[in-house]
């Protein structure tokens, strides 16, 4: 059933759309090519329900912006055309320019949930870009490589530079990609469990309530609608293949269901654990494997 586009409130700011492009069209000539001179959104609360970009008559009741973040190369644009489009980016690697986005519609528990996920350049050089995009950024999706050694020991700058300019309670999940690269693989999946839990957990405070989502926070900081206490779960984390597809439409599912709970939760309402929905599904995606 169509939903009828709310009202914008009398005096309420409108949502700022001018710094997207007009539709969620092709990608331009090359996989990522950036809009170096685009103005990074702005956040603020969920955007209310209307049409998606371009026009195509599908509705959304809520919409948030997921960043995709780590190394060139770890296979960040290939995730987002795996999921968006079902397909593998195969051939000749090019790298991101900077920034581009996609967007995409789940039916999550019966609502509409857009995710507007940004793909980065992992650069050196673009990162002034990509900075003005974390502040904005609602989820982080942080990958490194299985088949990168080096991919994975950058995981730590990395989750440094966002604790220094994402918000505070920003969702995150950790992911190890291209587990189909067997005979490549340098990276266990015991290690990517072991820095999820210990990268993310360290320095957050003692008295950090359930719920607490971010580094180095102080209570005030924690968010109520978290997973659980990082300090003792630490990151949700999966290994992903974009090639086969393997946990793809999970990562960015259980991204949708934590945002959307935190977004719509009543106050009697439980918690979606993210963490345990995480564990959870995994494993039930190993026994059908094995």
Same mark, same amino acid.
């Given at each position: ?6 009202? +914008?409130?009398?005096?309420? $700011? =409108?949502?700022?759309?001018?710094? !997207?492009?007009a539709s ?9 090519? /950036?809009? $170096?001179? @685009?103005? =990074?959104?702005?956040?603020?609360? $969920? ?28 296979? +960040? ?16 690697? #090019? ?8 967007? %995409? ?13 940004? &793909? ?16 904005? /950024? ?33 969702? !995150?999940? @950790?992911l190890g990609? +291209? ?21 993310? *957990? ?9 719920? =607490? ?7 005030? *900081? ?19 293949? =974009? ?5 793809? &439409? !999970?990562?960015?599912?259980? #991204?949708? %269901? ?27 995606a190993s026994?059908?494997?094995?």
């Amino acid at each position: 059933m169509s939903r009828k586009k709310n009202p +914008k409130s009398k005096g309420a $700011p =409108a949502p700022a759309t001018s710094a !997207l492009p007009a539709s969620n069209g092709p990608r331009p000539a090359h996989p990522g090519t /950036a809009f $170096p001179g @685009l103005q =990074a959104p702005h956040n603020g609360p $969920p955007q209310p329900s209307r049409t998606l970009l371009g026009g195509g008559g599908d509705f959304y009741d809520v919409a948030f912006k997921v960043m995709l973040v780590g190394d060139s190369g770890v296979g +960040k644009t290939c995730l987002l055309v795996r999921f968006k489009d079902g397909a593998f980016l195969a051939g000749t690697f #090019i790298s991101t320019v900077g920034i581009d986005f996609r967007n %995409k519609v789940l039916d999550v528990d019966g609502m509409k949930v857009k995710l507007q996920i940004w &793909d980065t350049a992992g650069q050196e050089r673009f990162r002034s870009v990509t900075h003005a995009y974390y502040r904005d /950024a609602h989820a982080l999706l942080l990958l490194y490589d299985v088949t990168n050694k080096a991919s994975f020991d950058n995981i730590q700058a990395w989750l440094t530079e966002i604790q220094e300019y994402a918000q505070h309670n920003v969702v !995150l999940m @950790l992911l190890g990609n +291209k587990v189909d690269s067997t005979q490549e693989r340098v990276v266990k999946r015991e290690d990517g469990e072991k820095l999820a839990k210990v990268s993310w *957990g360290e320095g957050l405070s003692q008295g950090c309530p359930p719920g =607490a989502v971010g580094p180095g926070l102080s209570p005030p *900081g924690c968010h109520p609608a978290g997973s659980s206490c990082l300090q003792e779960y630490g990151l949700p984390f999966m290994e992903t293949s =974009a090639k086969t597809g393997l946990n793809v &439409d !999970l990562a960015f599912t259980a #991204i949708a %269901k934590e945002l959307k709970q935190r977004s719509m939760k009543a106050p009697s309402e439980p918690r979606f654990q993210l963490h345990d929905y995480v564990k959870r599904e995994v494993r039930g995606a190993s026994c059908c494997r094995s």
